[in-house]
């Protein structure tokens, strides 16, 4: 008779227009395919925000790379080029173009602090990065994101209200507080039962041996 896989707790402190936080996740997900029966995952996902001070219109996205990270056109170029390879191999899409903007995402986070209740929110992050990097969607405006809401089945009407009422705005500015006060000032981080963390987005061989790790500790 085969082990019980083993349950593993995995925290992901990720921002919706991070491309390398889509990225980290699917190559989770594959390090996870390849470790299927030996354990079992519980992903939960918590806010990050790369431009807190982001005004509601957004920035043009060359424009806020030069400013922030003093990128150049032809470093910026070769990026989005990366990118969309490393995304095409993985099965994401990343659609660049002209004039794309970068926006604000608290209310972004308040809606997956929802769908966390919900049981929906590894969907509805998914659903949000191809909002925003494969769609060219808003993933700042309210209207937008009670769309997408509706699309991994959550209801469209009670999305819109709560982002209008702001009830989970406290819950996400604690969770930020917290993960800040642990350390975290760069996404994709990932904490394996609250013990390892993977920074970044590794190959899914390292994925994979730090949960074997992790587990073997465990077992003896």
Known sequence: M?????PIRIDIVSDVVCPWCVIGYKQLQEALRRLEGEV?????????????MMPPEGQELREHMTEKYGTNRQQS???????????DSLGFSFNFYEGQRIYNTFLAHQ?????????????????????YFSNQENVGDEATLAQVAGRVGLDE????????DG????????????????????????VLDGRFLIPGAQNPEVFVAAI???TAGEAA
Not at 2 to 6: F, L
Not at 112 to 125: D, I, M, N, P, V
Not at 167 to 190: C, M, N, T, Y
């Open 157 to 164: 009407a009670e999305a819109a209200a709560l982002l209008d």
């Open 111 to 131: 809606l997956l602090k929802w769908a966390e209740q919900e049981g929906k929110q590894s969907e509805l992050e998914l659903a949000l990065f191809e909002s």
């Open 77 to 87: 170029d070769a990026a989005r080029s990366r990118l969309a390879s490393v995304g």
């Open 40 to 52: 079992e995952a519980e992903i939960r996902w918590h806010p990050f925000e790369l431009n807190p």
């Open 167 to 190: 009830r989970f705005a406290r819950d996400v500015r604690e969770h930020q507080r917290f993960w800040l006060s642990k350390g975290i000032q760069a996404v994709p981080s990932f």
């Open 2 to 6: 085969s082990a019980a896989p083993t």
């Open 212 to 214: 074997e790790k992790l």
